[in-house]
Nanobody, 120 residues
Framework: QVQLEESGGGLVQAGGSLRLSCAAS????????MGWFRQAPGKERDFVAAITTTNTYYQHSVKGRFTISRDNAKNTLYLQMNSLKPEDTAVYYC???????????????WGQGTQVTVSS
């Protein structure tokens, strides 16, 4: 089992920045793919970004503004979010799995989420 806990969410004005963190514990494995998803009110949970041992992947709408990274020594995943827009407002979830994917069903382990609100 892998436990994930997100932090770093909050309220920020449009154009601002936030950095989300996701601390992993339990049977962590640096070869696991890890990702960020988000869910806005009344909408489905969507892929934002993912990282494997060799590559990073981004949803088109965040490419160039968000950066995903990981510190394996600290078992921590990050999402640096710059140039935030009101449409980025959502609960952001961290996820992990043995294999990379961009679908919610592809990840076995999930955190509880952290709220990001971007005001206009």
């Amino acid at each position: 089992q892998v436990q994930l806990e997100e932090s770093g969410g909050g309220l920020v004005q449009a154009g601002g920045s936030l950095r989300l963190s996701c601390a992993a514990s339990g049977h962590t494995d640096s070869t696991y793919a890890m990702g960020w998803f988000r869910q806005a009110p009344g909408k489905e949970r969507d892929f934002v970004a993912a990282i494997t041992t060799t590559n990073t992947y981004y949803q088109h709408s965040v490419k160039g503004r968000f950066t995903i990274s990981r510190d394996n020594a600290k078992n921590t995943l990050y999402l640096q979010m710059n140039s935030l827009k009101p449409e980025d407002t959502a609960v952001y979830y961290c996820a992990a799995d043995q294999r990379f994917g961009t679908f919610v069903t592809g990840y076995a382990y999930w955190g509880q989420g952290t709220q990001v609100t971007v005001s206009s």
